[in-house]
């Protein structure tokens, strides 16, 4: 006996959940939505891409190809007049047995570990101040700022004034208080010191108004309840502020690091390395080297010594960046 047939010679299809599967879509059925889809995504960021390709254009014509440059340069004896020719690892040998390459790397240690001592703090306790004032503090804030506004080679060479050893600023008032002049940029007891004065004064503002913005996120019901148990200001600022803070401490610690690392224009405008080198930093020797004695092979050489110490720290950087974040 024949099974019955159904009216035509295919089975019924199916209708949406009645368990019987409907034709499989084509490979090509979804294409024509999702290209308009494309289509319109790129149309309303297309102002954004615009500006993103220009920044990449720019990163890789002043951060990227300077970089790659230095790294070829650095194993080259190349003076941009004659053809250059590889040389290995004479460049870095020249370098290191230069006496002045052992007191650059003293010298930016020092001047790094100075800076830490006196511009890390400074700033924060001015914060700290700023906040617990109830009065003038736009005014407080942009006085604390002004350095910053300041072209640096301006603020440098305004400095020149203040160390001068016969009309300076700071030997006048010494004299106010029945003190010896001192010789600020001409000793070598005085002369890095003295520089980290400027790079401090040059930096205040910013670090200032970076730990004011961390402390008004700080919750007011924490130091409510201090003021409740009786804190003081030290109290509350050392059970309260800091630890509220120690991510965005630890950030500025490491990018402290890193920019006085590469410390350059203080040096060059009020020094010029003297006196007897005790103010002679890496970034200075590069530049001797590659514009002084015309050898671009030993400056890349020191750059890129230079480059890979900074990346050590800025790899702690970006990984204390993204536990900030989190």
């Known amino acids: ?62 951060s990227w190809y300077p970089m790659v440059r230095e790294v070829v ?17 004479d460049n870095f040998r020249t370098v290191i047995e230069d006496p002045a390459f ?37 005014y407080l804030r942009f006085v604390v700022y002004l350095p910053v506004m300041l072209p640096p080679a301006v603020a440098v060479l305004l400095f020149r004034w203040f160390y001068d050893p016969g009309a300076g600023l700071f030997n006048q008032v010494l004299d106010v208080f029945h003190l010896p002049p001192l010789s600020w940029l001409d000793s070598t007891s005085t002369a890095l010191v003295s520089l980290v004065l400027v790079s401090t004064w040059m930096n205040l503002g910013t670090g200032t108004l970076i730990y004011l913005a961390a402390l008004h996120s700080i919750p007011g019901d924490l130091y409510e309840s201090a003021e409740l148990d009786g804190a003081g200001l030290l109290r509350r600022v050392w059970h ?35 006196p007897e080198n005790a103010t002679v930093t890496v970034a200075y020797l590069m530049y001797q080297y590659a514009f002084n004695f ?26 204390v960046s993204r536990e900030a974040e989190r």
Request: hydrophobic share 50%; charged share 10%.
């Open 294 to 319: 015309g050898d671009f092979g030993g400056g890349g050489a020191l750059g890129l010594m230079l480059m890979v110490v900074l990346m050590v720290f800025s790899a702690i950087y970006l990984r």
């Open 102 to 138: 052992r007191s650059a790397w003293i010298n930016t240690a020092a001047f790094s570990g100075l800076a830490l001592v006196i511009g890390y703090a400074v700033p924060f306790v001015l914060a700290v101040v700023l906040n617990e004032l109830r009065h003038a503090k736009a």
């Open 1 to 62: 006996m024949r099974r019955p047939r159904f009216a035509g010679s295919a089975r019924p299809r199916g209708k949406r959940g009645d368990g019987v599967p409907g034709p499989a879509a084509g490979p090509g059925a979804a294409g024509p939505d999702q290209a308009g889809a494309l289509r319109r995504a790129v149309g309303r960021n297309l102002t954004a891409y615009g500006f993103l390709c220009g920044a990449l254009v720019c990163f890789a014509l002043f």
């Open 73 to 89: 340069l650095s194993f080259q004896e190349n003076n941009f007049v004659d053809a250059p020719t590889w040389v290995g690892f």
């Open 240 to 274: 309260v502020t800091i630890p509220q803070t120690k991510l965005i401490l630890l950030v500025m610690l490491l990018l402290q690091i890193v920019a006085t690392m590469q410390v350059f224009i203080e040096p060059y405008l009020l020094t010029g390395g003297g």
